[in-house]
């Protein structure tokens, strides 16, 4: 059998004596949308950081279709296929919305300085522009293009984050609460976006509150809670799952 | 095409400028060609975020590697200054292991450290440095003949039309590279270097590679600034001409490629021209000062800001006069 497109396995993570993810195990299967749940401070943030190579594990492995990437800078995950987005709006504000689907070409169509300077970089130029466009396109902003990325309404904002990671053409995608603060119109929206991009064969890695949008969008769910592996399952499973009630109501059988 | 007449209409200034001053006008008007490549170059560090306490030292890097080469090993002098430049890249690679190892105040203080160490060494060994008294009798510019014009460097003006064409150069590289991809990926790494690094841009590699092009076009202002003076001293380079770097790009604002140029010529005429001819020479950094106060006070956004505000006020009125015209 093929290895499972990324796996996490016996992850820990440790912040002095906080044990933040502790031997967290459980696997994402290609072309599927896999949610990550748990209460707050359950470590699924802290998930996230660590697949995405923003930190480094204290013991355990990430494996990409079989090749461990953990330990790996952000950048160098990143170049084998696995882009995230950012909880709170990470965007330049600055920069038009094209420019920042344009920092999503970077690693297709990389930057050559002397290419640059000599003007011979035309064709590249071209190809990551339409490449941008049609990321735009995708995510209903192209209209916004010449806009500030600060400018825009959050729910584009969130858009947006997605756009520059679908411009990198990535295997997985990593969201982190692509909903928040959404009204249910928007988050509706975003996820028929996200059925779309599953669709083109990417890999949806997200974590989220929203359990209406969790539940109607996953293929598969992980709940966590303190770290730890708390249940896996489809929607169904986990909408039933005792401990997962118990985790997010805290006790309801003590109170009843 | 009106851009294209603006520009041609431009350089008709520049070059005609210098019949119109006085010989220490020339002189100044040098100074202030050489310190416009200084500034240009500082925008092009600070577009990834970074601003140094150490870029004049650099320049005087280029200057001292430069002079050193053209006296000592007897290199053809404009090979020497770009080999000066050179110099003053790999210099700034060097030190960019130790220092992009941190951020923001923590990096500008360690610039201003390792520049603080250059310049000791600069002080400490006589040979080949000069110790404290630096390098005297810099060969100048070889005297030559362009056809058009014979450039003879014992006067000013000749020294501006070379500077002049090495800074255009200079900054038309600069402009293009601020234009391109590369661009693109400096500003991404100046205002979001995480969402940079999600998106497979090795930060580290790109702020090396901003640090050391600035510091190559800083090494070639400070080659610029050795053939024509003559002498060099590890004073040249100290903190306060930084200061006075700082103070061009502050006051003249760095969201634009012509911000810092702008800041840099303004308050050089302001100093050296205005306020010396005004007789205030005792009070000059008195005044000078205020005038920093006053501009960061009221104009938080630089000087830059008024250009940009003249702009956008010229294509209002434009718009408006084509709605009525369209209209009557």
């Known amino acids: 059998m093929a290895p499972s497109i990324l796996e996490i396995d016996d992850l820990t993570m440790r912040f002095g004596g906080l044990t933040a993810i502790d031997r967290l195990s459980f696997k994402v299967e290609r072309g599927e949308i896999h949610g990550l749940i748990g209460p707050n401070g359950a470590g699924k943030t802290t998930t996230f950081n660590v697949v995405s190579g923003f930190y480094k ?25 696995v882009v995230r987005t950012f909880q709170h709006s990470t ?14 070409t970077h690693m297709s169509f990389p930057p050559n300085i002397f290419a640059a300077m000599a003007g011979v970089d035309k064709a590249n130029r071209r190809a990551a522009r339409a490449r941008a466009e049609e990321a735009l396109d995708f995510f209903g902003l192209a209209g916004l293009a010449d806009e500030l990325a600060g400018d825009l309404p959050h729910g ?16 997985v995608v990593l969201l982190d609460e692509p909903f928040t603060g959404m009204n249910p119109e928007e988050t509706r929206r975003m996820m028929e976006l996200m059925v779309k991009l599953r669709n083109t064969g990417v890999t ?19 709940c966590m809670s303190f770290g730890r592996l708390l249940a896996e399952g489809n929607p169904q499973e986990i909408r039933h799952h005792p401990d997962v009630i118990e985790a997010y109501l805290g006790g309801a059988r003590h109170v009843a | 095409m009106p851009k294209l007449a603006a520009l041609l209409g431009f350089g008709a200034i520049l070059l005609a400028l210098p019949h ?10 040098v100074f202030l060609t050489i310190n416009v490549l200084l500034v240009a170059s500082y925008r092009l560090l600070t577009l990834t975020g970074e601003w140094s306490l150490g870029h004049v030292v650099i320049m005087g890097v280029g200057a001292y590697a430069s002079a050193l080469l053209s006296k000592r090993l007897g290199i053809y002098v404009p090979a020497a200054m770009l080999l000066g430049a050179v110099t003053a890249a790999m210099i700034a690679l060097a030190l960019s292991f130790p220092l992009f190892r941190m951020k923001g105040f923590y990096f500008l203080i360690g610039s201003f450290a390792a520049g603080e160490i250059i310049r000791l060494l600069w002080k400490r060994f006589r040979d080949p440095f000069g110790g404290p008294k630096g390098l005297k009798k810099i060969d100048p510019m070889p005297d030559f003949d362009i056809g058009i014009y014979a450039f003879d460097f014992f006067e000013p003006v000749s020294y501006y039309y070379f500077a002049l064409a090495v800074v255009g150069v200079s900054l038309w590289v600069m402009w293009r590279i601020e234009r391109s991809p590369v661009g693109l990926t400096f500003h991404a790494v100046h205002w979001q270097d995480r969402l940079a690094e999600a998106s497979g841009v090795n930060v580290r590699a790109y702020r090396t590679l901003a640090f050391v092009l600035a510091s190559g076009f800083a090494g070639l202002s400070g080659a610029l600034l050795a053939h024509y003076i003559g002498t060099i001293n590890p004073n040249s380079f100290d903190v306060e001409q930084m ?10 604002g760095t969201a634009t490629f012509y911000g810092p140029i702008l800041g ?15 007789g205030f020479e005792q009070m000059r950094p008195l005044i000078y000062g205020l005038i920093l106060i006053l501009s960061v006070l009221f104009m938080p956004k630089g000087l830059e800001s008024l250009v940009r505000g003249a702009f956008s006020w010229r294509n209002a009125r434009k718009k408006k006069a084509g709605e009525t015209g369209a209209a009557g």
């Open chain 2, 243 to 252: 200061v006075f770097v700082l103070t061009w790009t502050i006051v003249g």
């Open chain 1, 204 to 222: 949806i890695l997200l974590v989220e509150h929203d359990m209406h949008a969790i539940m109607g969008l996953c293929d598969r769910i992980t």
């Open chain 2, 264 to 278: 840099c010529v303004v308050l050089t005429i302001l100093n050296e021209i205005v306020l010396r001819e005004a």
């Open chain 1, 57 to 81: 594990p204290t013991g355990g492995e990430v494996r990409l279709r079989g090749e461990t990437i953990s330990g790996l800078r952000m950048y160098e995950v990143a170049r084998r296929g």
């Open chain 1, 156 to 171: 584009h904002q969130r858009a947006l984050g997605m756009a520059v990671a679908l411009a990198a053409r990535p295997d």
């Open chain 1, 91 to 104: 965007l330049c504000a600055e920069l038009t919305v094209l420019e920042n689907v344009l920092i999503g």
């Open chain 2, 20 to 29: 119109a001053l006085s010989f220490s006008q020339q002189e100044i008007l």
